[in-house]
């Protein structure tokens, strides 16, 4: 589709401190060592900071976040803070497809709210709305919801949003992919139509389109890149498995060195798996819709902060869910269409980091999977594998296998006995991927199915593994990247 809408001459400022933002954003970005801006946020700064409509196009990973948060924050700190605070009428609004991605864009507004006195509010389903109902009673600044609970408490008069002087919508496309435009236009309708909107979205579907026609005025578009522009950084691998040992390629991969992210197509695969996974002796957890809100956030959190190495989710956590040193994402099963497969495999090679992408096809699968290839613009190695002691793995993921008896444990340290097996002569850092830091491994016997194996041997980029040192069975495991706030932070970007 041919795009007309006018784009910015602005000169993009080197630096944060360069566009003009409230000194206080400026020192908690630094303090947290962020002083460069992405390609998208130097694109688009300059025209949100100056009230204009934006329209953002990025993909996954790009940086859209603090594209949409400072100029938010900028805008309402021209007010005291707290001054024109009322009950039930927020002056910003966040609008988000899921609730994972609304907490994250929370945690990273939400020092830099602080530092302004504005005060920010997540509203989403999944939990009781009486919190919520309080909070808005109360009075906030910035809304940051999802859809549909969002509309339930306007429907019940607990939110006005009349007072509205700027509404983002991030991932709009998603938005459109899960049917809730009709919401979302719903919403729209009640905010004042003098109000700046910005629109980031990582393709520009019809729905899409619709909502920029309808919604933004004279709106500036930024693309930076497409959702389909290669990534350099990242690596896209297809292993040819059998149905009966894809349990045990996958349960090697998950045994590695560093954070693993594992994508399934349904609840009860991501569940299965988890499970499976855990009683072979890997720290697993699942991410999926049937789980409570609470259960979800305490399951990514043990993966944010190390404490479980592997995460086994549904599309849900494709969009907008940053952890740190994400070095291996697997598609255990392809997703089904080419989108689909862009946005999960975009939770690694985030920011310019280094990351590898593997999709384990079976038999019946080989004509689907060519197809999503092709759709997605990659060109993918492919390789047979026929059990879990081919060399292709330990060039995948090198590194010292750890199996953990019991799996993840929720509570306390690391769970007691674990076990090792030795790949590639101990391994070494995966290149250029940062998964050295998140697991530290104790002794104990080797499973009687592994033992040592040798195979792997020195590999460029290896050596001694930085930070994943051996530890005995009775120390806990390190916290990897840091607490799970700090990350999506650092990741919020």
Known sequence: MADTRPRSSSTPAASFAGFGLPEALVRVLSDAGINTPFPIQSATLPDSLAGRDVLGRGRTGSGKTYAFVLPLLARLATERPGQGRRPGK?????????????????AALAPLAKALGIRS?????????????TALRAGVDIVIACPGRLEDHMRSGHVDLSGIEV??????????DLGFLPVVRRILDRTPKSGQRMLFSATLDAGVDVLVKRYLTDPVVHSVDSAQSPVGTMTHHVLHVDSKGRLEVIT???AAPGRT????RTKRGAKTLARQLSARGVPAVELHGNLSQGARTRNLAAFSSGRATTLVATDIAARGIHVDDIGLVVHADPPVEHKAYLHRSGRTARAGAAGTVVTLMTDDQVRDVRTLARQAGIKPVTTR??????????????????LVKGGYAPVGGAPDGEQRQSRGGGGGNRSGRGRSRGRGRSGGSSPAAGGNR??????SGGGSRSGGQSRSKQAGRPAGSGSHSASRFSGGR
């Open 385 to 402: 594998v026929r059990g879990s002691d081919h060399p292709i793995l330990v060039e995948l993921a090198p590194g010292e296998r750890t």
């Open 121 to 133: 509010l997540t509203v989403f389903g999944g939990v009781k709305p009486g919190p919520q109902i």
């Open 252 to 254: 090697d991969l998950a």
């Open 454 to 459: 040798s195979g792997g041997g020195n590999r």
């Open 167 to 176: 509404t983002v919508l991030d991932e709009a496309d998603h938005m459109a």
């Open 90 to 106: 927020p002056r910003g609004l966040i609008l988000a497809p899921t609730r994972e991605l609304a907490t994250q864009i929370d």
């Open 261 to 264: 992210l594992f994508f399934t």
